[in-house]
């Protein structure tokens, strides 16, 4: 699997946000998220994606499951294999049905079991090394399910702690070749010394969720001093607006599941 590029994806599957978004799960209880916005904003999202040669394949909004549209915590995707998961919110756990059901018609797929639990928006995978955050949404258990499942497809995975940030990839992200952009406190853990760490000012930690797709790096807008570290690396670099998906704790990796 190693020849195949991490951003070279040809699919992805994202979930239109409904009205029912302004009851997302949130770390934000004063911020009121405008539905109609946030798909707006959406909308944006699928273009990019659609522009650089991804096919999108676009679900309908799922009643009673207000986050659904952040269907990257629904299933972990590499090439062969697709782990749905067991979402650590309980909230979220009927998420996982439709998005197998479409998943397993691209590619074979793996049901985790509690007690495990596990959101894919902990888990980052660059080629044939990966890493787990262990966090509120993300049992050992599950770390150690993914962990056994993506080593027969040649992914060796590493557990990392999340003490801040509600996953993983709310603060480390692959943004090509041996870069990691990285908020400060995991820009020095062990786990990524191999790894040429780009740290995001702690003023901008929420662009730290940067997304690498056929070698444009997707930024949050309104993030100007990492826009111009990302530019530095000459890679083109697209802004999205995603101040309302911000809102209920979303970024860009969340809102797509993406297969190479
Ligand atoms: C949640 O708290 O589950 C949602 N409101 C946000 C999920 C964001 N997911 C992600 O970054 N992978």
């Known amino acids: 699997m190693t020849h195949l590029l991490p951003d070279a994806f040809s699919r992805a599957i994202?979930?239109?946000?409904?009205?029912?978004?302004v009851n997302g799960l949130t770390s934000h209880r004063g911020l009121r998220v405008d539905p109609v916005q946030a798909l707006v904003?959406?909308?944006a999202y699928v273009k990019a994606l659609t522009s650089l040669g991804v096919a999108v394949t676009v679900l309908p909004p799922l009643p009673g499951f207000p986050d659904a549209c952040f269907v990257e915590d629904t299933a972990v995707v590499v090439p062969g294999c697709a782990v749905i998961t067991r979402p650590g919110a309980p909230s979220r756990r009927g998420e996982t049905a439709t998005v197998a059901e479409v998943l397993a018609r691209m590619v074979p797929v793996?049901?985790?079991?509690?007690p495990a639990t596990l959101d894919g928006g902990d888990v980052l995978v660059v080629g044939d090394v990966g890493w787990?955050?262990?966090?509120?949404?993300?049992?050992?258990?599950?770390?150690?399910f993914?962990?056994?499942?993506?080593?027969?497809?040649?992914?060796?995975m590493t557990t990392v702690p999340v003490a801040e940030g509600l996953h993983l990839k709310s603060s480390v992200n692959w943004v090509g070749g041996r870069r990691l952009l990285a908020a400060a406190p995991f820009a020095g853990h062990p786990a990524f010394a191999d790894w040429e760490v780009m740290p995001v000012p702690p003023d901008e930690a929420y662009a730290c969720n940067t997304l690498r797709v056929a070698g444009t790096l997707i930024a949050p807008a309104g993030h100007p001093a990492t826009r111009d570290l990302l530019a530095a690396t000459g890679d083109p670099v697209v802004e999205l607006a995603t101040d309302?998906?911000?809102?209920?704790?979303?970024?860009l990796t969340c809102l797509s599941l993406r297969l190479v």
């Open 132 to 144: 787990i955050g262990l966090s509120d949404r993300t049992n050992a258990a599950g770390a150690a």
């Open 41 to 43: 904003q959406h909308e």
């Open 110 to 114: 793996v049901t985790m079991d509690a």
């Open 244 to 251: 309302e998906i911000a809102k209920v704790d979303g970024g």
């Open 14 to 21: 994202v979930r239109r946000p409904g009205p029912e978004l």
């Open 146 to 156: 993914l962990t056994e499942a993506l080593s027969h497809h040649g992914v060796r």
